[in-house]
T-cell receptor
């Protein structure tokens, strides 16, 4: 199966600082990557969809200036949480899809962000 | 109405019994349906996908889809303690996967 690697798996940062999370497709080229956020005991909520070489499409209610997404290559997308606050503490998960028509996407391991 | 609805549980099933998980969805045009298993603190793991009406079996797992009723279910036969997890139903719309809130399943030894 396809492998998606997410880094770091856990990060603790101080309020007001920025944190970058990486999502890499290790054995395939991902035309599309998705970023989700999951709060405790809740489901995954899609934050944004990123296509290689173009601007990310953000879901309603997600601040694009706060959650910066870069998909500069077919194997790497990054999510930067800028000026993080305690309410941004969550489990962030990426997934990657090979082709636009593919129905299946592969998930990274997730990143537990704690803002103190 | 939520796009994808699941009973959040918890659902408690004795070891060896059949666990039945249910999901309904609102977008009648949906074509792809998935069941994911998520252990606490981990990311979701795909266990079944189904695209056409009827049953699809894979080992101890059977997914059932009824597009007319907008209903998809997952049966787990011979439940094991290792099946204890949250099960997420996901439905693909035009571009994105929409997840249900998940059902927490506990298998009791």
């Amino acid at each position: 199966g396809a492998v998606v690697s997410q880094h770091p798996s856990r990060v603790i940062c101080k309020s007001g600082t920025s944190v970058k999370i990486e999502c890499r497709s290790l054995d395939f080229q991902a035309t599309t990557m998705f970023w989700y956020r999951q709060f405790p005991k809740q489901s995954l909520m899609l934050m944004a969809t990123s296509n290689e070489g173009s601007k990310a499409t953000y879901e309603q209610g997600v601040e694009k200036d706060k959650f910066l997404i870069n998909h500069a290559s077919l194997t790497l997308s990054t999510l930067t949480v800028t000026s993080a606050h305690p309410e941004d503490s969550s489990f962030y998960i990426c997934s990657a899809r090979r082709q636009p028509g593919d129905t299946e996407a592969f998930f990274g391991q997730g990143t537990r962000l704690t803002v103190v | 109405q939520k796009e994808v609805e699941q009973n959040s549980g918890p659902l408690s099933v004795p070891e060896g019994a059949i666990a039945s998980l249910n999901c309904t969805y609102s977008d009648r045009g949906s074509q792809s349906f998935f069941w994911y298993r998520q252990y606490s603190g981990k990311s979701p793991e795909l266990i079944m996908s189904i695209y056409s009406n009827g049953d699809k079996e894979d080992g101890r797992f059977t997914a059932q889809l009824n597009k007319a009723s907008q209903y998809v279910s997952l049966l787990i036969r011979d439940s094991q303690p290792s099946d204890s997890a949250t099960y997420l139903c996901a439905v693909r719309g035009a571009q994105k996967l929409v997840f249900g809130q998940g059902t927490r399943l506990t298998i009791n030894p």
